[in-house]
């Protein structure tokens, strides 16, 4: 069976520092990894996915399939980047989630 | 494009009733769309996988019985908490898949907090 982990529920860093957050993931076939955001009241919206090796809002995931990690980083944080973010794992029929990071960016 | 809606966003029942909540793709047709559970402070879990002109797929600890799926439709998939209990107070979320692009791909519609009372 698949899983996510996200090892940091919650992220604090203040504006212009780097930011990193983890995922990990276990599973035995080719996965199709992918980032989620939820802003405040609003709802989960696809923010990154791996195959597509996009930058979005600047932020960019590679995918280490030796580490079996899909790290999500930006250099120069936003207040605005302030959210829940999701890792998630496609496979099979499904996605499974980790269990997101709260990242809270301070002014 | 490929908007997801739910309906209602919110709805407060009594123990013993049920309670349906709707789930629309607005512009797409989604021969898949997924049920979710939110408790408060943390992660998705997927209830169940609804296919278009067939049964759900229930995941492991969720009573097909207590959660009644209905996909009729290619835009249309709704969730009926029956003879609902307080323990059932949640966020429910629905997603739905595009037929076509990524095999994974979904989008999330707002999400429908039950109270029951």
């Known amino acids: 069976a698949q899983r996510v982990t996200q090892p940091e529920k919650l992220l604090s860093v203040f504006k212009g520092a780097p930011v990193e957050l983890k995922c990990n993931y276990s599973?035995?076939?080719?996965?199709?990894l992918f980032w989620y955001v939820q802003y405040s009241r609003q709802r989960l919206q696809l923010l990154l996915r791996h195959i597509s090796r996009e930058s979005i809002k600047g932020f960019t995931a590679d995918l280490n399939k030796g580490e079996t990690s899909f790290h999500l980083k930006k250099p120069f944080a936003q207040e605005e980047d302030s959210a829940m973010y999701y890792c998630a794992l496609g496979a099979g029929n499904m996605l499974t989630f980790g269990g997101g990071t709260r990242l809270m960016v301070k002014p | 494009g490929a908007v997801v809606s739910q309906h209602p966003s919110w709805v407060i029942c009594k123990s013993g009733t049920s309670v349906k909540i709707e789930c629309r793709s607005l512009d797409f047709q989604a021969t898949t769309m997924f049920w979710y559970r939110q408790f408060p402070k943390q992660s998705l879990m997927l209830m169940a996988t609804s296919n278009e002109g067939s049964k759900a797929t229930y995941e492991q600890g969720v009573e097909k019985d207590k959660f009644l799926i209905n996909h009729a439709s290619l835009t249309l998939s709704t969730l009926t908490v029956t003879s609902a209990h307080p323990e059932d107070s949640s966020f429910y979320i629905c997603?739905?898949?595009?037929?076509?692009?990524?095999?994974?791909?979904?989008?999330f519609g707002p999400g429908t907090r039950l109270t029951v009372t």
């Open positions: 997603s739905a898949r595009l037929h076509s692009g990524s095999t994974h791909e979904q989008y």
């Open positions: 599973y035995s076939g080719s996965p199709e």
